[in-house]
């Protein structure tokens, strides 16, 4: 046991400095977080004008639950006015997270939003699966606790049929010991699916194209620096996974510090089609712990088998 922990911690110390990119000093500092700011917005609800809530209304907006490009109505994203559309917004967000939807921003809901995560959106183009089918649900029923599952992207984006043996290979820069750890998500994928995954002979012309990226870098869904946004995939069949290279990352779990095997696993169902599930055992959860390891659910299983209908 004490020496399966050293090696582990031996491995981590010998992998950490490989994989974060010249940003370590960043990363001491893990009690910071890009999402801070909602620690000073405990309590706030419609009526108030707070110092901080137009980056409350930033958050929503980044994740989905604010549109406001589409309402000339609604032009607050810059204010810090606790508006109707916000308090709309955060009901719906509350809902897709089986919180209380009490429009209040309490801190059962900061303590959520706080917590590191997947960045790509809950909601896109005003549709979320998962969202849109347990808010159905509760209008019928009066109840959103049975129908929780898997969801696909808007359009259902998958990977054609004749398309079932996908190849990988990373970024320019990607160290070896980065790369190691994907090799198990993606054996994981192949066992439960009717894909294959093979390491591309030349990376540049992978299907599936991994890498650690930092803020702003160029696919307009910047990273945000250590903790916040952990990394992020595109659905069928643009095939880019990106890992935020500020986050400490390790392989297993390790306090502290974010397993990349589990991240992946996570990333590669986006890449294969899979959008968020709202069961939180679920591998699509949009939230990724430190310091612990996941594996697939059944309802990850069945999420994509019905969208290749295998
Ligand atoms: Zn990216």
Not at 280 to 298: C, F, N, R, V, Y
């Amino acid at each position: 046991m004490a020496s399966k922990a050293f090696s582990l911690f031996l491995f981590t110390v010998l992998l950490l400095p490989l994989l974060s990119h010249g940003a370590s000093r960043d990363t001491n500092n893990k009690k910071s977080s890009p999402f801070d700011f909602l620690k000073h917005l405990e309590g706030c609800h419609k009526g108030d004008n707070v110092s901080g809530i137009k980056f409350l209304k930033s958050y929503l907006e980044q994740f989905g639950y604010l549109n406001h490009s589409h309402s000339v109505m609604q032009n607050h994203t810059n204010d810090d006015d606790f508006d109707e559309p916000l308090e709309s917004a955060l009901k719906t967000y509350q809902l897709n997270f089986h919180l209380s939807t009490t429009g209040i921003l309490d801190a059962k809901t900061i303590s959520n939003m706080m917590m590191p995560r997947c960045g790509v959106a809950d909601i896109i183009n005003g549709r979320g699966g998962a969202t849109i089918k347990i808010k159905k649900h509760d209008h019928n029923h009066g109840s959103f606790h049975t129908i929780s599952h898997y969801a696909f992207f808007p359009g259902n984006p998958k990977w054609p049929v004749s398309k079932y043996n996908l190849t990988y290979g990373f970024l320019t820069g990607t160290t070896d010991r980065a790369m190691l750890p994907v090799a198990q998500p993606f054996r994981t994928w192949a066992a439960n699916t009717h894909f294959t995954f093979s390491r591309a002979e030349d990376d540049t012309m992978a299907d599936l194209q991994i890498g650690f990226k930092s803020r702003d870098h160029g696919d307009r869904f910047p990273f945000n620096g250590p903790g916040g946004l952990l990394a992020h995939a595109f659905p069928p069949t643009d095939g880019r996974l990106h890992y935020d290279a500020n986050d400490q990352w390790s392989v297993g779990a390790v306090p502290g510090q974010f397993d990349l095997e589990t991240a992946a696993l996570h990333e590669i169902g986006h890449l294969l089609g899979l959008h968020y599930s709202n069961v939180q055992g679920a591998i699509m959860w949009p939230h990724i712990s430190q310091g612990m390891t996941k594996g697939l659910d059944k309802d990850d299983i069945d999420g994509i088998k019905a969208l290749y209908n295998v």
